[in-house]
């Protein structure tokens, strides 16, 4: 697994994806999960290799929290100020 809190203009590039790549052994899968996006060239060598990675990206969580009624920042804040 692999997470990085990037803004959300700042892509996830190779270098972090190879990062991933290279930890995953034999019938093991890798996820994924940024605040931003992945790069296109990175995106691509998932696809590109067959690697069994689970990419989740700042639009996913965007839509998870929407979709269980976290849609704006006084909702989010009010669902995190319980943990």
């Keep these: 697994m692999e997470a990085k809190c990037y ?4 892509s996830v590039g ?9 930890r995953l052994r034999h019938r093991q899968f ?6 931003s ?24 969580i965007a839509e998870i929290l929407e979709q269980n009624g ?3 920042p006084t909702e989010l804040a009010g669902w995190l100020s319980q943990f």
Excluded: N
């Design 37 to 60: 996006f992945v790069a296109a060239q990175a995106y691509q060598e998932i696809k590109d290799d067959d690697h069994p990675i689970i990419v989740v990206s700042a639009r996913d």
């Design 70 to 72: 976290l849609a704006g």
């Design 14 to 22: 190779v270098k972090e994806l190879s990062r991933l790549i290279s």
């Design 7 to 10: 803004a959300p203009h700042v």
């Design 30 to 35: 890798g996820l994924l999960i940024t605040t």
